[in-house]
């Protein structure tokens, strides 16, 4: 697993090297410069852009697939996250998605089985280009591979989190990842 921040770019570069021999691997975004823009729909149908959330950090986490048992383990974690005092996102006014290749309508399901308080963002179409665009799109498995991104208020990119498809990214890495926010 591997954290990047701006105090953390030979990390950064490891995992791009790395990341450039796995099919479909493409660029990561570079942290310090605008994260990609993206419009997606979320679980009920709604348009969600990067664009229109300026203003407020957002964590966008990438996820393979919807009601996978680690996805769901993952999931689950974050949403209890979010409302724990010792949580990463304590006190943090953080806008948190998760973005999948799965349909709105199995996002929906999703996120009514696991009684999930965020978007779940469906980029089921073009087949993943916004997992792409982020540099997580696995062509081998046709799904996103695990990765999230803190993004500033102003639409910077200011860390990301990998992990493989088999490991959870973890809450002490979410911890350090938004305390690049208040750099």
Known sequence: M???ADHNAADADAADAARADRPGGGSLPAVGAPAP?????NQHGEPVTLTDLRGTPVVLVFFPWAFS?????????LRDALDAADSPFAGRDVRLMAVSVDSRF????????EALPFDLLSDVWPHGAVARRYGVFDDERGSARRGSFVIDAD???RARILS??????SMDEY???????DA
């Open 175 to 181: 911890r350090r990842a938004l305390a690049s926010l």
């Open 106 to 113: 199995a996002l929906r399901a999703l996120a009514e089985a």
């Open 164 to 169: 493989d498809a088999t490991h959870p990214r």
């Open 37 to 41: 823009g993206f419009a997606l729909v």
């Open 69 to 77: 048992r680690v996805c769901g383990d993952e999931l689950r974690e």
């Open 2 to 4: 591997t954290l990047s």
């Open 155 to 157: 639409g910077v990119l």
